[in-house]
Protein backbone atom coordinates (compact mmCIF):
# COMPACT_ATOMS: atom_id res chain seq x y z
CA UNK A 1 0.00 0.00 0.00
CA UNK A 2 1.47 3.30 -1.10
CA UNK A 3 2.32 5.68 1.56
CA UNK A 4 -0.09 9.00 2.09
CA UNK A 5 0.64 12.37 0.78
CA UNK A 6 1.20 14.13 4.28
CA UNK A 7 3.60 10.77 5.25
CA UNK A 8 5.36 10.97 2.03
CA UNK A 9 5.80 14.93 2.06
CA UNK A 10 7.20 14.36 5.63
CA UNK A 11 9.58 11.88 4.90
CA UNK A 12 10.83 13.89 2.14
CA UNK A 13 11.16 16.49 4.22
CA UNK A 14 13.53 15.08 6.83
CA UNK A 15 15.59 13.84 3.53
CA UNK A 16 16.52 17.72 2.76
CA UNK A 17 13.17 18.21 1.13
CA UNK A 18 11.77 21.53 1.24
CA UNK A 19 8.35 22.05 3.09
CA UNK A 20 5.10 23.75 0.45
CA UNK A 21 4.66 27.49 0.21
CA UNK A 22 3.78 28.59 3.52
CA UNK A 23 4.65 26.68 5.91
CA UNK A 24 8.15 25.47 7.94
CA UNK A 25 9.45 22.92 8.63
CA UNK A 26 9.54 22.41 12.62
CA UNK A 27 12.15 20.39 14.06
CA UNK A 28 11.02 16.85 16.28
CA UNK A 29 11.49 17.26 20.01
CA UNK A 30 10.69 15.51 22.91
CA UNK A 31 8.82 16.79 26.67
CA UNK A 32 8.00 15.07 29.72
CA UNK A 33 4.16 14.71 30.48
CA UNK A 34 2.92 13.95 33.86
CA UNK A 35 6.36 11.78 34.33
CA UNK A 36 6.24 10.46 30.39
CA UNK A 37 8.42 11.24 27.90
CA UNK A 38 6.68 12.48 24.71
CA UNK A 39 8.14 12.72 21.46
CA UNK A 40 6.83 14.69 18.79
CA UNK A 41 7.69 14.02 15.51
CA UNK A 42 9.05 16.99 12.68
CA UNK A 43 6.65 17.77 10.21
CA UNK A 44 5.40 21.00 8.02
CA UNK A 45 3.66 23.55 9.57
CA UNK A 46 1.87 26.54 8.63
CA UNK A 47 4.01 29.45 9.49
CA UNK A 48 3.13 31.37 12.08
CA UNK A 49 5.66 34.28 11.83
CA UNK A 50 8.30 35.58 14.17
CA UNK A 51 6.78 35.36 17.67
CA UNK A 52 6.13 39.05 19.21
CA UNK A 53 7.36 40.89 16.02
CA UNK A 54 4.79 43.29 14.87
CA UNK A 55 4.52 43.59 11.21
CA UNK A 56 5.96 47.30 10.12
CA UNK A 57 1.98 48.01 8.62
CA UNK A 58 0.42 47.45 11.66
CA UNK A 59 2.77 49.56 13.99
CA UNK A 60 0.89 52.83 14.16
CA UNK A 61 1.73 55.55 16.52
CA UNK A 62 -0.72 58.65 16.51
CA UNK A 63 0.25 62.12 14.89
CA UNK A 64 0.81 64.69 17.37
CA UNK A 65 0.50 68.23 16.81
CA UNK A 66 3.67 70.52 18.26
CA UNK A 67 2.80 72.79 21.34
CA UNK A 68 0.54 70.93 22.90
CA UNK A 69 2.76 69.81 26.06
CA UNK A 70 3.03 73.52 26.70
CA UNK A 71 6.66 74.29 26.20
CA UNK A 72 8.04 71.01 27.53
CA UNK A 73 11.55 70.32 25.86
CA UNK A 74 13.72 67.86 26.70
CA UNK A 75 16.57 70.21 26.99
CA UNK A 76 15.14 72.14 29.79
CA UNK A 77 15.81 71.33 33.56
CA UNK A 78 13.15 69.13 35.35
CA UNK A 79 11.44 71.95 37.22
CA UNK A 80 10.71 73.78 34.08
CA UNK A 81 9.83 70.62 32.28
CA UNK A 82 7.28 70.21 34.68
CA UNK A 83 6.07 73.30 35.24
CA UNK A 84 4.48 73.27 31.33
CA UNK A 85 3.36 69.56 32.62
CA UNK A 86 1.55 71.06 34.58
CA UNK A 87 -0.19 73.91 32.77
CA UNK A 88 -0.68 71.18 30.24
CA UNK A 89 -3.05 69.05 32.41
CA UNK A 90 -4.47 72.15 33.54
CA UNK A 91 -5.41 73.19 30.18
CA UNK A 92 -5.44 69.68 28.74
CA UNK A 93 -6.46 67.43 31.60
CA UNK A 94 -4.00 64.52 32.57
CA UNK A 95 -5.44 61.66 30.50
CA UNK A 96 -4.31 63.35 27.09
CA UNK A 97 -1.26 64.59 28.35
CA UNK A 98 0.16 61.12 29.36
CA UNK A 99 -1.41 60.25 26.13
CA UNK A 100 0.74 62.59 24.50
CA UNK A 101 3.67 61.46 26.27
CA UNK A 102 3.43 57.77 25.89
CA UNK A 103 3.56 58.46 22.24
CA UNK A 104 6.51 60.54 22.50
CA UNK A 105 7.98 57.96 24.37
CA UNK A 106 7.40 55.61 21.46
CA UNK A 107 8.74 57.99 18.85
CA UNK A 108 12.46 58.86 20.93
CA UNK A 109 12.98 55.17 22.10
CA UNK A 110 15.20 54.49 19.56
CA UNK A 111 16.22 57.38 18.23
CA UNK A 112 17.12 59.81 21.16
CA UNK A 113 17.81 57.85 24.31
CA UNK A 114 18.32 60.86 26.45
CA UNK A 115 15.03 62.30 25.59
CA UNK A 116 13.15 59.27 25.89
CA UNK A 117 15.06 58.95 29.43
CA UNK A 118 13.37 62.32 30.31
CA UNK A 119 9.91 61.52 29.06
CA UNK A 120 10.01 58.37 31.68
CA UNK A 121 11.07 60.06 34.68
CA UNK A 122 8.14 63.28 33.57
CA UNK A 123 5.69 60.24 32.93
CA UNK A 124 6.56 58.76 36.23
CA UNK A 125 6.22 61.79 38.38
CA UNK A 126 2.99 63.22 36.34
CA UNK A 127 1.84 59.72 37.92
CA UNK A 128 2.82 59.95 41.36
CA UNK A 129 0.86 63.61 41.50
CA UNK A 130 -1.69 64.41 43.69
CA UNK A 131 -3.81 66.40 40.68
CA UNK A 132 -3.42 63.60 38.49
CA UNK A 133 -5.10 60.37 39.56
CA UNK A 134 -5.72 57.80 37.69
CA UNK A 135 -6.23 54.31 37.82
CA UNK A 136 -3.56 51.93 38.33
CA UNK A 137 -1.56 49.33 40.29
CA UNK A 138 0.65 52.28 41.58
CA UNK A 139 -1.41 54.20 43.15
CA UNK A 140 -4.06 51.89 44.45
CA UNK A 141 -6.94 52.66 42.70
CA UNK A 142 -7.77 49.83 39.94
Known sequence: MPEPKKQRQIRV??????????????????????GKNVKVKGKCITNQGTPGKTPASDKVLPKLKAGKLFGWKADLPAAERRKSLKKATSVEGCRAVIFRINALRGYTKN?????????VAD????????????????NGKG
Request: glycine letters at 8%; one cysteine or more.
Open 111 to 119: TSPPTYNKL
Open 13 to 34: VELGGRCPSGEIFRDPYSYTRE
Open 123 to 138: WKWLRKQGFCELKSKE
